[in-house]
Every structure is written in C-alpha cells, then in structure tokens.
C-alpha cells in the first residue's frame, strides 16, 4: 500500500531563513500532493494542491514541487516568519476518494 | 460561513460508555470524513460519505458507526469506548471527490477514556 513520510518531525530556522519540509512517498506516484498547516488544538487548513503534471506551484511566500522520478515533494517557505510556526502535513490520493497524510513536520521560526 | 462544525470540543468518557460526535457543515459539501488523529501520528481515515445515505469504511473503522440522513450531518457513534479510542476526532468536507479539492477541517473533538 502507500505510504507517505515526512523526513522531519522537527524544524527549527531563524526569522528571514527559508525552510524546506519534505514528503517522500513509496509505490505509484500520486494525481496530486496537498499541504495542509495545522496549529496546536485546531484542524488542518489546505494551503496548497500540486497535480502530477505541474513541476512547481507558487502562492505568496509559499513555494512547492513535486519530482515524480525521486517521489517527493518539497514545501518551501520564504522569509519565514514567527507566525509561520505551526505542523506542517503532506497528503496525497489512495485509490478513490481517500486522502493518506503524514506525520507532518512541525516547524519553529525564532526572531 | 461556519464551514464544518464539531460538538463537544472535549469529552471524558468511562470505558464501556457509548458517544456521539457531532459534525455539521454548512457548505452543501457532498463529501464528508472521519479522521483521528494521535500524538505524533497523521490522520487516520474511520469513516467517509459521498452523500447522504452513503457511507463506507476507511482505515480503521473497528469500535465505530457512522449513519449520514442529511447533506449537512455526518455523526460519528462510539458504542462501547475503549482506551484504545482515546485521541482528537476530526470531520472534514469537500465538494466532491477528493482528487479535485481540498478538505475543509472543523477544529476537532478531544476525547479521553477512562
């Protein structure tokens, strides 16, 4: 079955720094890779989609690829700030409508 | 828009009592999910709807029920707690399948066995 690892289960990265998680997964590549933020005592929130076809998608100081050849996806956050500390989570497709994710990587910004 | 509601925020069940977790969207979303979440662990899928009246099994369905009589409800049931149950409980939508979109999280139920 798929299985789906986030490297880092913590990171930590000074303000201004860019910081990097990882998302390996294992079989057949995905359609599509999410990214989700999750903050202490609250739900997941979506902040981005990569489909299988595209290479890199943007969205503010928000940065993800996605290499089919190597399995993985890399979430990339520029200019980092303390805000930006929260649980990161990587999810992808199973067969249908079911949604796997990781661990998730729980990220430390310090001013 | 409230998006995905959850009642209670934090329960403390004994062992052996029974529960439901409430979870109601305001979204029209036809897609509906049960998650649990334990420490250090991702999201593991218990239940998920396609629309009301469909149901079907996720990962790990064992010591839960769930019924989906409306668009907008999706309860989960505990019948007999376990302390093997003990974990956050988190509903999600979406629109359709999840290939398309994204989910949208309510902010978890946090339930204790004791």
């Known amino acids: 079955s798929q299985k789906i690892e986030q490297n880092s289960e913590a990171l930590n990265i000074q303000e201004g720094k860019t910081a990097t998680l990882t998302c390996n997964y294992t079989n057949y590549s995905p359609a599509y890779l999410q990214w989700y933020r999750q903050d202490p005592g609250r739900g997941p929130v979506f902040l981005l989609l990569?489909?299988?076809?595209?290479k890199e998608k943007r969205k503010e100081r928000l940065k993800v690829t996605f290499d089919t050849t190597l399995k993985q996806s890399l979430f990339h956050i520029t200019a980092s700030q303390p805000a930006d500390s929260a649980t990161y989570l990587c999810?992808?497709?199973?067969?249908?409508?079911?949604?796997?994710f990781g661990k998730g990587t729980t990220l430390s910004v310090s001013s | 828009n409230a998006g995905v509601t959850q009642t209670p925020k934090f329960r403390i069940l004994k062992i052996g009592q029974s529960m439901t977790l409430q979870c109601t969207q305001d979204?029209?979303?036809?897609?509906m999910y049960w998650y649990r979440q334990d420490p250090g662990m991702g999201l593991k899928l218990i239940y998920y709807s396609v629309g009301a009246g469909i149901t079907d099994k996720g990962e790990v369905p064992n010591g839960y029920n769930v019924s989906r009589s409306t668009t907008e409800d999706f309860p989960l049931r505990l019948e007999l707690a376990a302390p093997s149950q003990t974990s956050v409980y988190f509903c999600?939508?979406?629109?359709?399948?999840?290939?398309?979109?994204?989910?949208?999280f309510g902010d978890g139920t946090r339930l204790s066995i004791l």
């Open positions: 999600a939508s979406n629109d359709r399948d999840a290939m398309d979109q994204p989910q949208h």
């Open positions: 999810a992808l497709n199973q067969a249908g409508t079911a949604l796997i």
């Open positions: 990569i489909r299988e076809n595209e």
């Open positions: 979204m029209n979303h036809n897609y």
